[in-house]
């Protein structure tokens, strides 16, 4: 139990966060995994994890996968030490010989009463093996602070997870029409690697920014971030772009959690942003090109190709690419490359065959989207037309893969230009779409910002991404099956701070748990982080929950009100302690946040 004071205020109130089935030390539970394993027997004995967990390594390669190991068994209230030799272990991660049948990102994992064993060829299988872990311990362990001390038992299990589906399984932030934090991209890059996910594809620029420092041409930052769509500027002492150093970090953040990052530069279109801070870049007559454009429809920039690749396009577009040659590791460059109205065809092919060669000549190969098959000699091109499904692109199709596609039809705050809605069941359906024939080298979801904020916006990206991973490792394909298979995820959710979409209709989610808020729902508790909540947003949600505008004069002793994440109000119970309180009001399982009204004393309990 964690004690804390929330410091001076009016009035007072504690929370507390009561897990009920930790309490009653009961973790045990069906297993559910997503993505899928490849096959998964479970087994009748099971594993209580102890005090302190002995760990084996048995080699450099396993020594790296300890930490991820040794932190989420912290997570879980549980201490970790290293051991040698395996007879003395409780967990043995060990690395299989290159002629073993894992591949490069499969796995065994398999969890007796006497200890769990990991094995895999690689690193990225060893944390894939850990992820899949991770997914079967409580969800609890996915609060930012660790679980207090309690019997954490895993049912015995044995999986054999051998080679994804797709090797590129992508998520798309377009951090360029609306900025996104460096800590909001650290927080999706987590969501991605529980689901397996393995390429983080930053869409840097476009009309409306320019989120990257080019050292030799600091206008795009000084200018090209200035704003954003919508026209703010960013608050004082505050900045919308990456510089190189902090890029770097966030590369070696994802590589950590076998994540690359893909950088796209969008051009000769989408480049307002670059254009308003170069003026010769662009051509008069086309568009606006002296400000960045912060309209929110799809802009039409060019750069100037229409007579040749003009040498001042040409040398940017080198010195650009050039400058994130250190940055970006990643085999693919990717150059946007649509919607580019006032090119002619021959001008835009023209244009792409040169930044081929630019790219090549820096030791990468080039991606881009529809626009670019057929003129590009490497195979990988992204796809979010149907028309344009070939193979070895990788499948974003706007029906199913935008995710800034309303989650229903009617959803406001997006932007459904493709299509009405994109629900779970429709991106879990595109699973036939993406095997053979047209053998598509990955899948990714888009979430483009022309409307969506998405450091406000989870819903857009959860549960879908959850079945996009899925569909990107399995070709498993049986919707009844993943649907009470996602349902318990309501919670991990909830925990790691995650606002989702419930698609209500469609997954009867576990109960007690929350949903994301349609507008009309006002609750703050909907995004709760049981540890990092202000006292401010407590009270703000007592007032909403309760409709009390102050806080109400106090019987003796304590008043409890027990809500639900949502902010609704279960019940009060007045004067009778805690436990009495959870004993009468709290429904037998879920999470609720029991909210204490004390006069003249203040703390924070946090179970
Ligand atoms: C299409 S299709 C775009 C983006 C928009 C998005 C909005 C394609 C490659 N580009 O520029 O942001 O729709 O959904």
Redesign the pocket.
């Known amino acids: 139990m964690r004690i804390s004071s929330f410091g001076l205020c009016q009035w007072y109130i504690s929370v507390t966060v009561i897990t009920l089935s930790i309490l009653a030390g009961n973790a045990d539970a069906a297993i559910n995994i997503i993505p899928l394993p490849r096959s998964m027997a479970a087994r009748s004995d099971t594993f209580i994890v102890p005090d302190t967990v002995a760990v084996y390594s048995d080699d450099a390669t396993s020594d790296s996968t300890v930490p991820w190991i040794a932190r989420l068994f912290q997570q879980a209230g549980k201490k970790t030490r290293h051991v040698f030799p395996a007879q003395y272990a409780n967990i043995t991660v060990r690395h299989a010989s290159g002629t073993d049948t894992l591949g490069s990102d499969g796995y065994r994992l398999t969890v007796t009463r006497d200890n769990i064993a990991i094995e895999a060829q690689t690193t990225t299988g060893q944390f894939y093996a850990v992820q899949s872990l991770r997914q079967m311990m409580p969800p609890e362990i996915e609060r930012k602070s660790s679980l207090a001390p309690s019997t954490i038992r895993l049912q015995g299990v044995a999986i054999v997870d051998n080679k994804s589906r797709l090797g590129y399984r992508g998520t798309m932030l377009?951090v360029s029409?609306h900025f996104i934090t460096l800590n909001y991209v650290r927080e999706t890059i987590e969501r991605m690697a529980l689901f397996k996910l393995n390429v983080l594809h930053l869409h840097l620029t476009d009309d409306q920014g320019w989120r990257i420092e080019i050292k030799s041409y600091p206008n795009l930052t000084t200018i090209g971030a200035a704003t954003q769509v919508g026209g703010a500027h960013p608050p004082a002492g505050d900045r919308w772009y990456y510089t190189q150093d902090e890029m770097k970090d966030l590369v070696a953040y994802a590589a950590a959690r076998k994540i690359a990052i893909m950088p796209e530069i969008d051009m000769p279109g989408?480049c307002q942003a670059a254009i308003a801070s170069y003026n010769n870049l662009g051509t008069s007559g086309t568009w606006n090109h002296t400000e960045v454009y912060t309209g929110f429809y799809?802009g039409e920039s060019c750069m100037d190709i229409n007579n040749g690749v003009a040498p001042v396009v040409d040398t940017f577009v080198r010195k650009v690419w050039t400058e994130l040659v250190p940055i970006f590791p990643y085999e693919y460059f990717h150059i946007g490359a649509?919607?580019c109205k006032y090119a002619t065809q021959a001008a835009f092919t023209a244009f792409v065959k040169r930044v081929e060669q630019i790219i090549h000549g820096l030791g990468k190969k080039i991606t881009g989207?529809d626009e670019i098959y057929g003129i590009v000699s490497d195979p990988r091109v992204q796809t979010?037309m149907q028309g344009d499904d070939q193979p070895g692109t990788i499948f974003s199709w706007?029906n199913k893969m935008?995710w800034?596609q309303s989650n229903r039809s009617g959803d406001t705050g997006t932007?459904p230009?493709?299509v009405q809605q994109v629900t779970l069941q429709d991106v879990y359906g595109a699973s036939p779409q993406i095997s053979s024939p047209n053998s598509h080298a990955g899948v990714e979801g888009c979430l483009?910002g022309?409307k969506v904020v998405a450091s406000s916006d989870d819903r857009q990206l959860f549960p879908r991404t959850a079945a996009e991973a899925e569909i990107g490792w399995t070709a498993a394909n049986n919707w009844t099956e993943f649907r009470s298979r996602v349902a318990p995820f309501s919670v991990r959710f909830n925990l790691m701070g995650i606002s989702w979409y419930t698609n209500e209709n469609l997954v009867t989610w576990q109960t007690g748990y929350t949903q994301y808020r349609d507008s009309s729902d006002t609750s703050v508790f909907s995004n709760f982080m049981p540890t990092l909540i202000p006292v401010d947003t407590i009270r703000q949600a007592f007032i909403v929950a309760t409709g009390s505008r102050r806080p109400p004069a106090l019987a003796a002793g304590s008043r409890y009100r027990i809500f639900d994440l949502r902010g609704r109000l279960i019940g009060t119970s007045d004067g009778h302690g805690l436990k009495n309180a959870v004993k009468s009001l709290v429904p037998p399982d879920g999470v609720y946040f029991i909210v204490e009204e004390k006069n003249g004393s203040a703390r924070k309990i946090l179970k």
């Open positions: 377009d029409r989408h799809v649509d919607e989207w979010w706007c935008y800034d932007y230009w493709c483009w022309d």
